[in-house]
């Protein structure tokens, strides 16, 4: 129904590949049990994005609603 509607989802995992919680704290864009986020202000809560997840959603997400990307039809 939304995508008669004219609605669809925004892809923010393909771009964010490489930034899980595996990977350093300066890369990873989600936290896991114990944060340790290194690359933010903002306090990091367990199993969250941290500051620079949330940065990185919010920038493929404004791309999308800008026109720059395509966006998923659920």
Known sequence: MAAKAGYGL???WTPTVGH???QSPF????????PVSLNGPALAV????NSAG????AEIALKAIRG???SAAG
């Open 20 to 22: 899980d919680v595996c």
């Open 68 to 70: 720059g990307a395509s």
């Open 46 to 49: 367990p199993f969250h994005p």
């Open 27 to 34: 890369t990873r864009y989600v936290e896991g049990v114990i």
């Open 54 to 57: 949330a940065d990185a959603q």
């Open 10 to 12: 925004i892809d923010t």
